[in-house]
């Protein structure tokens, strides 16, 4: 009888001991899914801001595109200052004309000449220097 006694206990204790690993598993499984998750929409809000500053910048060159075709005697330094805002709005220290050139391309053979538009910021996706070029004919007011 001693044996039939403590046999239901035995197998108590080790069932309660399983509950705890059980449970202890359970959080560890939860917790690894939750930090997945969360890294995944870390890098989807990263990409979301790169993709936000190349529209900028596309927007930002396509402005001055049609700005230099309406009056080629356009202000470039306020242009650049506004540019170097919108691209790079908490960094002081750039150089408006690190962000943004304008140059005008000679002509070519049979081609008129060109304006270059560079756009240049860091980015906000994995802080790599981005880039933008829109090249456009050099046209007086029409």
Known sequence: MGRDAQGPRMARSRQAGSSLIEALLATVLLALGTLTALQISSQAARGSRAALQRVRAIELAAEL??????????????????????LLPSSGARVADDVARVQLLPAAQGMPARWRIQLHWIDAAD????????????????
């Open 65 to 86: 595109a049609e700005r230099l075709q309406a009056d080629p005697s356009t202000n470039l330094a306020a242009w650049q200052s506004e540019a170097a805002a919108v």
């Open 127 to 142: 802080g790599a220097a981005a880039s933008h070029i829109a090249e456009l004919p050099q046209q007086g007011p029409t």
